[in-house]
Nanobody, 123 residues
Framework: QAQLVESGGGAVQPGDSLRLSCTAS?????????VAWFRQAPGKEREAVSC????????TNADSVKGRFTISRDSAKNTVYLQMNSLKPEDTANYYC???????????????WGEGTPVTVSA
């Protein structure tokens, strides 16, 4: 079954770093896939965090994470990463990835979704 699987979440303290992974299973997550990371905290709407284009590999980030989060891909490993630095309590959420073939950012009609990995930032 083709799917995306997230990993790397956990509980950390403010100021710490985490690297999340979004790995494709059952299909090739090639450069032509736009991949985005989303997050959703309890009681809040889902927020688009970072995106890497399937057209020109450009990246975009939400204002709330600019300068702290970086999205990148390693096609040889069928994986897209989200490096999160200087984490804050307000970054606490479940983080999901999604992919859409032959598309730019933002994604519009996702071909694949993952189930998420939780991130908790607290002192």
């Amino acid at each position: 079954q083709a799917q995306l699987v997230e990993s790397g979440g956990g509980a950390v303290q403010p100021g710490d770093s985490l690297r999340l992974s979004c790995t494709a299973s059952g299909f090739t997550l090639g450069y032509y896939y736009a991949v985005a990371w989303f997050r959703q905290a309890p009681g809040k709407e889902r927020e688009a965090v970072s995106c890497i284009s399937g057209v020109d590999d450009s990246t975009t980030n939400a204002d709330s994470v600019k300068g702290r989060f970086t999205i990148s891909r390693d096609s040889a490993k069928n994986t897209v990463y989200l490096q999160m630095n200087s984490l804050k309590p307000e970054d606490t959420a479940n983080y999901y990835c999604a992919a859409e073939a032959y598309h730019n950012c933002p994604l519009e009609n996702m071909d694949y979704w993952g189930e998420g990995t939780p991130v908790t930032v607290s002192a």
